[in-house]
């Protein structure tokens, strides 16, 4: 399985620290219900799945969340999904296969192909509901999940979705952690007989994107991350899915907002700067922040996750309100 990290002395209990006790009480102090399921996709696979919405009145849009590579969804990434379910936005997302409490062999990603498929269907069954019918869908996407965001827009037609914010994106991987290119090209080679084996060398991730000590001790707490080295078959896959999304920038024609550390490690800002020229999009926005490192929404110091946030809720306000459909009629 690869060598682990040695794990902190100090352990919490919840993604938020030591109190309240429950999740349904941390829910219910940010005017939020959150609940938890299973579905299965046509292949046969099942993705564990978890969903928050706002108490009080129907939800202003839906935003359909992917992680990135090694998290999962019962962790960190519930701060920001309870921050935006607070605030009108009902949130779905789903474990992908191998990652949290979806079955499959830890952190082996071998097709993302097969991920999206799966989580389109998860999505577009959400979107069927009778309550759903007529409400504006975002996609939102982290690191691996901002590509796979990208790759499900550019595999559904052009309206599919009213806009996609991107965080991170791993559009390519950075310099600063790929092997170098000797090692890479052995990689690839042995993956072809050995894709499961958890051998390739890599700069600790947690080290990597998050800032501030404390968290990444709260990072590290997260009884579902995958801590083992990266696996011969991901690493490869996410090469090729790189190389694809870096070919394609110049196709991406969904609105769209994406943000980025200028100081990020794990993937590169220049490829988010390279999307906003590239993309075709009538309406994009992009935000580098100055000295952030990959983890803009936990890693942070709270003040840098709080601009961040808002800067995402200020997007998703203005492409929910009537106005913005005009000036957009207009152009």
Same mark, same amino acid.
């Given at each position: 399985?690869?060598?682990?990290?040695?794990?902190?002395?100090?352990?919490?209990?919840?993604?938020?620290?030591?109190?309240?006790?429950?999740?349904?009480?941390?829910?219910?102090?940010?005017?939020?219900?959150?609940?938890?399921?299973?579905?299965?996709?046509?292949?046969?696979?099942?993705?564990?799945?978890?969903?928050?919405?706002?108490?009080?009145?129907?939800?202003?849009?839906?935003?359909?969340?992917?992680?990135?590579?090694?998290?999962?969804?019962?962790?960190?990434?519930?701060?920001?999904?309870?921050?935006?379910?607070?605030?009108?936005?009902?949130?779905?997302?789903?474990?992908? &296969?191998?990652? /949290?409490?979806?079955?499959? +062999?830890?952190?082996?990603?071998?097709? #993302?192909?097969?991920? !999206? $498929?799966?989580?389109?269907?998860?999505?577009?069954?959400?979107?069927?509901?009778?309550?759903?019918?007529?409400?504006?869908?975002?996609?939102?996407?982290?690191?691996?999940?901002?590509?796979?965001?990208?790759?499900?827009?550019?595999?559904?037609?052009?309206?599919?979705?009213?806009?996609?914010?991107?965080?991170?994106?791993?559009?390519?991987?950075?310099?600063?952690?790929?092997?170098?290119?000797?090692?890479?090209?052995?990689?690839?080679?042995?993956?072809?007989?050995?894709?499961?084996?958890?051998?390739?060398?890599?700069?600790?991730?947690?080290?990597?994107?998050?800032?501030?000590?404390?968290?990444?001790?709260?990072?590290?707490?997260?009884?579902?991350?995958?801590?083992?080295? &990266?696996?011969? /078959?991901?690493?490869?896959? +996410?090469?090729?899915?790189?190389?694809? #999304?870096?070919?394609? !920038? $110049?196709?991406?024609?969904?609105?769209?907002?994406?943000?980025?550390?200028?100081?990020?490690?794990?993937?590169?800002?220049?490829?988010?700067?390279?999307?906003?020229?590239?993309?075709?999009?009538?309406?994009?926005?992009?935000?580098?922040?100055?000295?952030?490192?990959?983890?803009?929404?936990?890693?942070?110091?709270?003040?840098?996750?709080?601009?961040?946030?808002?800067?995402?809720?200020?997007?998703?306000?203005?492409?929910?309100?009537?106005?913005?459909?005009?000036?957009?009629?207009?152009?």
């Amino acid at each position: 399985m690869g060598s682990q990290p040695v794990q902190p002395t100090r352990k919490y209990r919840n993604f938020w620290g030591n109190s309240p006790e429950t999740e349904e009480e941390y829910y219910a102090l940010h005017g939020v219900s959150g609940a938890s399921t299973h579905f299965t996709a046509p292949s046969g696979r099942s993705l564990f799945t978890r969903s928050w919405a706002p108490l009080v009145g129907p939800p202003r849009a839906l935003l359909f969340m992917i992680h990135g590579y090694g998290n999962d969804t019962g962790w960190t990434m519930q701060l920001t999904a309870t921050f935006l379910a607070s605030h009108g936005f009902a949130c779905f997302a789903a474990d992908l &296969p191998g990652h /949290g409490r979806s079955p499959g +062999l830890r952190a082996f990603v071998p097709d #993302l192909n097969l991920v !999206l $498929h799966d989580l389109q269907a998860f999505f577009q069954s959400v979107r069927a509901r009778p309550q759903n019918h007529g409400r504006k869908s975002f996609l939102y996407g982290e690191s691996m999940g901002g590509a796979l965001c990208l790759l499900m827009h550019l595999s559904m037609p052009a309206d599919s979705w009213a806009g996609a914010v991107l965080v991170a994106p791993m559009c390519k991987i950075s310099d600063r952690i790929k092997p170098p290119w000797p090692v890479e090209m052995a990689l690839r080679f042995v993956a072809r007989f050995a894709p499961t084996l958890p051998v390739v060398p890599m700069a600790d991730l947690v080290e990597k994107s998050v800032k501030v000590p404390e968290k990444r001790v709260l990072a590290m707490c997260n009884p579902m991350r995958y801590f083992g080295k &990266p696996r011969l /078959g991901t690493v490869v896959e +996410l090469l090729r899915v790189t190389d694809e #999304l870096g070919s394609r !920038l $110049h196709e991406v024609s969904i609105p769209f907002l994406v943000l980025h550390g200028s100081a990020d490690e794990v993937t590169d800002p220049a490829v988010s700067k390279a999307l906003y020229e590239e993309a075709r999009s009538e309406d994009k926005s992009i935000k580098i922040y100055d000295g952030m490192l990959h983890s803009l929404l936990f890693g942070e110091p709270d003040e840098n996750v709080a601009m961040v946030r808002q800067d995402i809720l200020a997007w998703l306000n203005e492409r929910c309100s009537d106005q913005h459909e005009i000036n957009i009629e207009r152009i």
